[in-house]
């Protein structure tokens, strides 16, 4: 049996220039796992909690204090434990951190631990990580996952808090329902991108990118995004709503003020009626297959609305909703609302509840999407997670920018070496 001998956090930054943390895991035959932590920007309230620094340094958003943390007590705790088992040394930190919602010593800290853990533990095995990973949640829950390359979703156009336009929807994606491979859908996302910055330029409008990735024009309505995007991928040669669908992440919570969803950008009020009828009208014009928060994370109602009105024809992704949390995913599967999750591990703070959140899903029927954040690193275990798991779909960003492309192209790879296993 290998041990973990030494455990190493420093600040690093993150994709917006935000400090965040990098842990290395160190075991007794010298082998490492590094791991570096995301960060939101329109974060649920029911998220875990980062912790940061309060000082004027790095305008109040330092890790250095939950990089003490690791180095200091959880890093110390874990000395001496067996990288294989990723559950024991979970359950420890959450213990040792003691609340709910790992206020005390960080879930930033505790997942970045968590992480690197399940790293070096691949290597210990010799085994690729998503394999480990594979490994993980039949150790969990008894049962093996069928490993698959997962369907991409990417964001090629931004707005909401991850851009400095008018568009009030966060994200619009593409999803290459009709590739036949990973490859083949990275093909034709990266087309479909690239003709959309064309039209954009041709309409002299802005080709800057947001924080995913995603243009950022200023438009007249969130409807002229989808517009457009179905104009880039006619211009590609292919069909809307037979190769290429078309996914919204409304993140209706950062536009939902005193019972009102507010569309600034079009200069709309609307109550959960008349916004789940906005997005029912959406889904009947245009091949949209997939819709993300669309209703507040308080909103129940306006959920069970939505969830009623379209939730037999659309995907209806719950993130702030949710919040990769097994318990409140629970309550709302009882309540029958939405009919997927989108997946952060930082929004719990540790593997193991990742799984647990996934597990629960699963045996609901709930789909599983593995995501990014909008503040990323170069680091690509998502793109493990979602081939190990099985979940069939993983949203990270535009096909531009390392920060997202560093999973796509992680992706490629794991498909290039595994060809018997199939894109889901
Ligand atoms: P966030 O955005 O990482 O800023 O929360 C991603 C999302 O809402 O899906
Ligand atoms: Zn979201």
């Known amino acids: 049996?290998?041990?973990?001998?030494?455990?190493?956090?420093?600040?690093?930054?993150?994709?917006?220039?935000?400090?965040?943390?990098?842990?290395?895991?160190?075991?007794d035959n010298g082998m490492e796992?590094?791991?570096?932590?995301?960060?939101g920007a329109s974060t649920g309230s029911k998220e875990a909690l980062e912790l940061r620094d309060?000082?004027?340094?790095?305008?109040?958003?330092?890790?250095?204090?939950?990089v003490d943390n690791i180095n200091n007590i959880l890093g110390p705790l874990i000395v001496g434990n067996d990288p294989i088992q990723q559950e024991k040394i979970d359950q420890s930190l959450i213990d040792r951190d003691g609340t709910n919602d790992k206020s005390q010593l960080g879930a930033n800290s505790i997942l970045a631990i968590s992480i690197a853990v399940s790293r070096v533990a691949a290597s210990l095995k010799g085994i690729s990580l998503h394999e480990h990973f594979s490994d993980l949640y039949k150790d969990m829950t008894g049962e093996k996952p069928q490993q698959s390359l997962p369907m991409p979703m990417l964001n090629i156009l931004n707005g909401g808090e991850h851009a400095d336009?008018?568009?009030?929807?966060?994200?619009?994606?593409?999803?290459?329902?009709?590739?036949?491979?990973?490859?083949?859908?990275?093909?034709?996302?990266?087309?479909?991108?690239?003709?959309?910055?064309?039209?954009?330029?041709?309409?002299?409008?802005?080709?800057?990118?947001?924080?995913?990735?995603?243009?950022?024009?200023?438009?007249?309505?969130?409807?002229d995004a989808i517009k457009l995007i179905e104009e880039s991928i006619i211009k590609s040669d292919l069909k809307p709503g037979i190769d290429i669908n078309i996914a919204l992440d409304c993140a209706a919570s950062e536009f939902f003020k005193n019972g009102k969803y507010i569309l600034s950008g079009e200069g709309k009020e609307l109550s959960s009626d008349e916004f789940s009828d906005y997005l029912k009208n959406l889904i009947s014009k245009y091949p949209i297959t997939s819709i993300e928060d669309g209703m507040d994370e308080n909103d129940i109602d306006g959920w069970k609305l939505l969830t009623k009105k379209i939730g037999n024809k659309c995907q209806l992704v719950g993130d702030d909703l949710f919040v990769?949390?097994?318990?409140?995913?629970?309550?709302?599967?009882?309540?029958?609302?939405?009919?997927?999750?989108?997946?952060?591990?930082n929004q719990v703070g540790s593997l193991t509840e990742t799984i647990r959140a996934i597990e629960c899903a699963t045996s609901a029927a709930y789909k599983s999407i593995i995501s990014h954040r909008s503040g990323e690193t170069e680091d690509t275990t998502i793109a493990?997670?979602?081939?190990?798991?099985?979940?069939?779909?993983?949203?990270?960003?535009?096909?531009?920018?390392?920060?997202?492309?560093?999973?796509?192209?992680?992706?490629?790879w794991i498909e290039e070496e595994n060809n018997k296993i199939l894109l889901k």
């Open 384 to 412: 493990d997670l979602a081939v190990g798991l099985g979940v069939g779909q993983i949203k990270t960003g535009a096909p531009c920018r390392s920060d997202r492309v560093s999973k796509y192209n992680r992706l490629l």
């Open 165 to 223: 336009n008018n568009i009030d929807i966060q994200e619009f994606m593409i999803i290459p329902s009709g590739a036949e491979s990973f490859t083949q859908a990275m093909q034709w996302s990266s087309e479909v991108y690239i003709n959309l910055k064309e039209i954009l330029h041709s309409m002299k409008l802005s080709t800057s990118v947001g924080d995913e990735g995603g243009f950022a024009p200023n438009l007249n309505s969130n409807e």
């Open 33 to 39: 796992g590094i791991a570096m932590v995301p960060s």
């Open 54 to 66: 309060s000082e004027i340094k790095y305008h109040g958003k330092g890790v250095l204090n939950a």
């Open 1 to 27: 049996m290998s041990k973990i001998v030494q455990v190493k956090a420093i600040q690093i930054f993150d994709s917006r220039g935000t400090p965040t943390i990098s842990c290395k895991v160190i075991l």
């Open 324 to 345: 990769t949390n097994k318990e409140i995913l629970s309550k709302g599967i009882k309540e029958e609302i939405a009919n997927a999750i989108l997946i952060k591990f």
